[in-house]
């Protein structure tokens, strides 16, 4: 799924037009682009290409504040769905048998199927806050199983960020050293370059006397 948006979407123009926009803001930028994922996390939204923008933006330093921003998000997204949209939600789930096997098997292990939901990712993580959040799981127990189960998620999204920004660097470097060593290679007045002419033009002299043979004179 990542190396599909990253080659069939535009993700490189995105993010690098949000990178010179967030950069020129300065620690305005930063607050802004939490508050972004905040909102996208806490709505039913897919929120994956802003991990990645934010580990090409802010390098290693996007996992910090990518893992801060979710967090925040899916706390109040469950408060939301327990103590003000908790019937709604509960009726729109109780239609679909998935959801009846997810409250029964959150009621036996707690906070291990937290874990290994957030590890999976067959269920879109804003929808299992709001899941998450009409059954019968402690607060505690869903904060701690989060905080546990989001990290190899956000390091994957984050690192993949990164290493696109760095193939970036290194392609540049590549083509500035093929350039500046070109640009040497063609240099009229390169001292180096005058004395292998030379070199190849001696060569060259000596082999066509030695084809041609003394040369006999008549008396």
């Given amino acids: 799924m990542l190396c599909l948006g990253w080659f069939l979407l535009p993700l490189r123009e995105w993010i690098e037009v949000l990178q010179s926009w967030l950069l020129g803001l300065g620690l305005s930028g930063v607050m802004i682009f939490a508050m972004i ?6 709505l039913p939204a897919p929120d994956w290409p802003l991990p990645i923008a934010a580990g090409y933006v802010y390098g290693f330093w996007a996992f910090p504040l990518t893992y801060a921003s979710i967090a925040f998000a899916s706390v109040l997204a469950f408060l939301a769905a327990r103590y003000l949209l908790r019937d709604k939600i509960r009726l729109l789930l109780n239609r679909r048998r998935k959801y009846r096997t997810l409250d029964r098997a959150v009621a036996d292990d707690g906070w291990k199927v937290v874990v290994l939901m957030r590890l999976s990712p067959v ?4 929808l299992q806050n709001y899941a998450l959040g009409v059954t019968a799981i402690p607060f505690t127990q869903y904060l701690t ?8 998620g956000i390091a994957i999204y984050v690192y993949f960020g990164i290493f696109g920004k760095v193939r970036e660097w290194t392609e540049r470097l590549r083509l500035g050293v093929i350039r500046a060593g070109s640009r040497r290679d063609h240099s009229p007045g390169d001292p180096g370059d005058q004395e292998r002419k030379n070199n190849v033009r001696s060569e060259r002299v000596i ?13």
Wanted: glycine share 6%.
């Fill in 207 to 219: 082999s066509q006397h030695a084809v041609a043979g003394p040369r006999c004179h008549r008396p």
């Fill in 145 to 152: 199983a989060t905080l546990i189960g989001i990290v190899p």
């Fill in 123 to 126: 269920v879109p993580f804003n």
């Fill in 37 to 42: 994922l905040i909102v996208v996390t806490f």
